[in-house]
């Protein structure tokens, strides 16, 4: 029988689709040039430091004058960036107040920056589902280091033994397991279903 009285959920990506490409392909009107603008100016790596607790204003202005001919472009991240979120992932809400009938309980723990996911909490509707929260940008700490994994479980009392965490990111899932959590990949609804029907039984 399975001791998972948890499930912890990864945000961007599995529960909702935030993608930077919703707005940097409509702004250039190139699929390319937003691809080579992402993969070389405003790139995820970048997004991170954001996503620990660094200021956009700070974020922006370093690496505007690395880029200066980028600034414009740049600053819409900041400025336009409620234009990357798109719905929420198809059946996930579903899901969840299914696994909430269950007698289980949900919790979120998302790299997302503070100033950013103020824009989004109250959203979606998915969001109003989990009984607690960890946001990176809030507590200056990133998946994957454990650190942001014990923080979760320190604030809510959880056991990690009885915790099942989803990310789409591999990286993340391995931390939680290192952190003594049980964890699955997320690549889409269906597999999930089958994966938590394998765990939970």
């Given amino acids: ?15 909702v689709d935030w ?8 702004y250039f009107g190139s699929r390319e040039q937003a691809d080579w603008f992402l993969d070389n100016i ?3 790596q970048w ?11 700070e974020g922006i202005a370093e690496l505007a004058a690395v880029h200066p001919a980028w600034r414009k472009e740049i600053q819409l991240y900041f400025d336009k960036w409620i234009d990357m979120m798109g719905e929420e992932i198809p059946h996930m809400r579903e899901l ?14 998302t790299n997302w920056s503070a100033e950013t996911f103020c824009q989004v909490r109250h959203r979606y509707g998915v ?14 700490l990133l998946k994957p280091d454990e650190a942001i994994f014990r923080r979760l479980l320190e604030k809510y009392a959880l056991t990690a033994g009885e915790c099942l965490f989803i990310d789409d990111n591999a990286a993340n899932v391995a931390g939680a397991v290192k952190t003594g959590m049980n964890a699955v990949r997320f690549s889409g609804y269906d597999a999930l279903k089958a994966d938590l029907d394998r765990i939970l039984g």
């Fill in 1 to 15: 029988m399975s001791t998972i009285k948890n499930i912890v959920f990864d945000y961007g990506g599995v529960l």
């Fill in 47 to 57: 997004n991170t430091q954001m996503d620990g607790g660094k200021p956009f204003a």
């Fill in 127 to 140: 969001f109003d589902l989990m009984e607690g929260v960890i946001v990176s940008g809030e507590e200056h």
């Fill in 96 to 109: 969840i107040q299914d696994l909430k009938r269950r007698g289980y309980h949900i919790f979120g723990l």
């Fill in 19 to 26: 993608n930077p490409h919703h707005l940097y392909d409509r």
């Fill in 42 to 44: 405003c790139t995820l």
